[in-house]
């Protein structure tokens, strides 16, 4: 008998209203036996039908629902969701590199898969998604038909599922690297050993944004493959691409060739240090790109990770000339945008320089929010000119 799973009163609000998650605290009694993973149906205190969704008993999230009318088909629900969230993409113009599905936004939760060219890399987050691998996996061939998927489910939140983190080809052959097309710019991603899924792809319009803004002297804090650097190279006298890891600079260095970009400089060091040691040496840029990594990756970290933004933010903030331009940027859901607001209002007061924010962007279209569910936007990029 299929588990049927009871919430407390008054939990069933912010699922009615869109979002996917039934924690287990939120739950009065669960009804039934079946295997964990399995589709699980909730209902209200009451009794009102609200949905189903795969159930663990081993998360604190002990159901994602994501079907919330009466069908328990799940492999075409899976087939029928992954074909809706990528006729969306391609609606609205993304070919050939995007993210064709956005876990929850998508009504797919813990699934996530992006398009690079030809080839597609996968991330499993949850157990129920996880036991249909296979189904997920067929799906994708039918409606993509690449000539490989790579999966890319080496993330530490799936131990949360009782999951181990895992990678490998699920289909076809998967390649070294594979060539995408990105804002008129070739670049090679290494879908086995880049970050997240290979590359940050929700960044995509941002770093075609920057082309407005990146003259003269660009320094691009944090740059990973690159992305940001291209596209500011295509305007910018000159562009330092610094990162701590030599192959995130190796890659750089293969996108600028393989662009026949001569303005492009690598520099291995740690950006904190760095901006200190350009301070020290009286050294300013046009403009400044400063995208960290996530500060915070749980709540508990959100003070720190601030101090952090803070920290970078001043420094960053003392290396542009006047009138220049810092583009500051956190993809930490934690830190919200009116908390990054306030950092950079509170950088603006430390260093005595007058801001001005020109733009306030987040994820690209092909990574969708979902209003009840802060989880799924996350992406904050402020473009601000900075005077003395």
């Not at 956005?102 to 036991?131: C, N, R, T, W």
Request: with cysteine.
């Amino acid at each position: 008998m299929a588990y049927k799973v009871y919430l407390k009163k008054g939990e069933e609000r912010r699922i009615i209203n869109g979002h996917s998650w039934v924690y287990a605290n939120e739950v009065a009694k669960i009804d039934g036996k079946d295997k964990n993973g399995e589709l699980a149906t909730v209902y209200s205190h009451d009794g009102r039908y609200i949905g189903k969704g795969f159930i663990n008993h081993a998360s604190k999230i002990l159901v994602r629902i994501f079907i919330r009318d009466e069908r328990d088909d799940v492999d075409n629900v899976i087939a029928e969701r992954i074909h809706n969230a990528n006729a969306m993409r391609r609606e609205l113009g993304y070919d050939n590199c995007y993210r064709a599905v956005f876990a929850e936004a998508d009504d797919l939760p813990a699934l996530i898969v992006d398009k690079y060219g030809d080839y597609l890399s996968v991330q499993i987050l949850s157990l129920g998604m996880h036991l249909r691998k296979k189904q997920i996996v067929n799906a994708l061939v039918d409606e993509f038909a690449p000539k490989g998927i790579y999966e890319r489910s080496d993330v530490a939140v799936r131990k949360k599922e009782g999951l181990e983190e895992t990678t490998g080809v699920l289909y076809g052959d998967v390649p070294e690297y594979v060539q995408i097309m990105e804002n008129g710019l070739k670049m090679l991603v290494n879908l086995r050993l880049g970050q997240k899924t290979g590359y940050f792809l929700d960044q995509k319009e941002n770093r075609y944004a920057v082309r407005r803004y990146a003259h003269g002297e660009v320094l691009d804090c944090f740059c990973n493959s690159g992305g940001f650097s291209l596209n500011a190279a295509t305007v910018a006298s000159s562009v330092a691409a610094v990162d701590a890891s030599e192959f995130a600079l190796d890659n750089v260095q293969k996108n600028a060739e393989l662009n026949g970009f001569t303005n492009i400089q690598t520099v291995q060091a740690d950006v904190f240090e760095l901006l200190r040691d350009y301070r020290k040496q009286g050294k300013l840029f046009d403009c400044i790109i400063l995208d960290p990594p996530a500060f915070a990756k749980s709540n508990s970290e959100t003070q720190d990770a601030l101090k952090g933004y803070t920290d970078i933010n001043v420094l960053g903030m003392k290396l542009v000339k006047d009138g220049g331009y810092l583009i500051s940027c956190s993809c930490s859901h934690f830190v919200t945008q009116a908390m990054f607001e306030k950092m950079i209002a509170e950088a603006s007061k430390r260093t005595g320089k007058r801001v001005k924010c020109l733009e306030v962007r987040t994820q690209a279209p092909d990574h969708p929010t979902l209003p009840r569910a802060d989880e799924t936007h996350y992406l904050k990029c402020f473009i601000l000119k900075v005077m003395d």
